[in-house]
C-alpha cells in the first residue's frame, strides 16, 4: 500500500473547483509531468492516448494493469494532484468496474473520469441506463474507498457521432450529475453556445471543457461561459510528435532544419 497522504493534493485539486476556471493540462509521461509542474500549472490529468501513443498502441488499446502503473507513475513524478482519464473503467461488469475504480483511488489520483463510450462501433454508447448504473457504481466506490477523489462524468456524443450530440449530451450529463458525479465533461463542445448549454444543463456543478485544437477563444473567454476547468486531452502529446515527425521526415530526406525549434539540452537540464 502506497504510505504517502494524498489528502492535501485531493483537497486541494476539490477546491480548484469551487471558483474561477484552471487550466488541467495533460502529460503523458513522468517527464512531461515533472516539466508541467515546473511552468506553473496546479492541477495535471493524464491522456489515454499520450499514453497509448507512447507505448506504440492506438488509444483505447491499454489494459487496466498498465494503465494503473502508468498513474503510480504520474503521481509520483509530481505534487500536483492529478486527474485520471479512465476511460469506461475498463470494465463492462459493475462489480468489476467498481474493483477497478477502487484500484484507481489507490494509485493516489484526486479525480477519475468515467465516460460512456463502449469502444463497440455498432454501438458506440452505453444505454443510457446502464451508463448512469455505471456512474452510480463508480460513486459507491469512491464513497466506500473514503477517500475524498472526485469523480467525472463524461458524455462521449460528440466523439461517436451521435446524431444529436448536443441534446444526448445535455441528457447525460444531467443524469451523470444526479447520479452523483462532481465534475461533467462532453469532449467534442466546440462553440459557445454549446459550452453555455452544458455549464448552464448541470450547473452548480463544475464543467470540463476539451481544447485540443487551436481554438477561437482563451481560458479567460472559457471562464465567462461558465467552465470551470479545461484539459487538452492528447494535444501536447500530438504536438511532441508532431515535431518529433516534422524532424524525422526531414532526417530522411538528408535534412537537419526540423530541430530549428528544438528545447536545448542545458534547458531541459535545467528543467529537472
Not at 476556471?21 to 495535471?44: E, I, V
Not at 453555455?196 to 485544437?213: D, F, Q, R, T, Y
Request: aromatic content about 8%; some cysteine; proline content about 4%.
Amino acid at each position: 500500500m502506497n504510505t504517502i497522504d494524498f489528502a492535501p493534493r485531493r483537497a486541494a485539486f476539490r477546491k480548484l473547483h469551487e471558483s474561477g476556471c484552471f487550466m488541467l493540462p495533460n502529460p503523458w509521461d513522468p517527464g512531461s509531468a515533472r516539466a508541467l509542474q515546473q511552468l506553473g500549472f496546479k492541477a495535471l490529468a493524464t491522456t489515454s492516448s499520450g499514453f497509448a501513443w507512447s507505448r506504440a498502441h492506438a488509444d483505447n488499446a491499454m489494459d487496466v494493469e498498465a494503465v494503473l502503473a502508468h498513474y503510480r507513475a504520474i503521481v509520483a513524478a509530481t505534487d500536483l494532484p492529478v486527474n485520471a482519464d479512465f476511460e469506461d473503467g475498463h470494465a463492462r461488469d459493475l462489480k468489476e468496474l467498481a474493483d477497478n475504480v477502487r484500484r484507481c483511488i489507490d494509485t493516489g489520483v484526486a479525480g477519475l473520469s468515467i465516460e460512456d463510450s463502449t469502444g463497440d462501433t455498432a454501438r458506440p454508447l452505453y444505454e443510457l441506463d446502464e451508463a448512469v448504473a455505471r456512474m452510480r457504481a463508480a460513486r459507491a466506490a469512491i464513497d466506500a474507498s473514503g477517500q475524498d477523489v472526485m469523480l467525472i462524468g463524461r458524455a462521449e456524443c460528440f466523439l461517436v457521432g451521435h446524431p444529436d450530440p448536443l441534446d444526448e449530451s445535455l441528457k447525460r450529463l444531467q443524469a451523470y450529475a444526479a447520479a452523483g458525479a462532481d465534475c461533467l465533461y462532453a469532449p467534442g463542445v466546440r462553440t459557445r453556445e454549446q459550452i453555455e448549454a452544458v455549464v448552464s444543463a448541470v450547473a452548480p456543478k463544475p464543467v470540463n471543457v476539451l481544447v485540443g485544437h487551436a481554438a477561437p477563444f482563451t481560458l479567460a473567454d472559457l471562464a465567462k461561459f461558465g467552465v470551470r476547468r479545461v484539459s487538452v486531452g492528447g494535444a501536447l502529446a500530438g504536438a511532441a510528435w508532431g515535431g518529433f515527425l516534422r524532424a524525422a521526415r526531414g532526417l530522411a530526406e538528408g535534412r537537419f532544419d526540423g530541430f530549428a525549434g528544438n528545447a536545448t539540452h542545458a534547458e531541459l537540464n535545467g528543467l529537472f
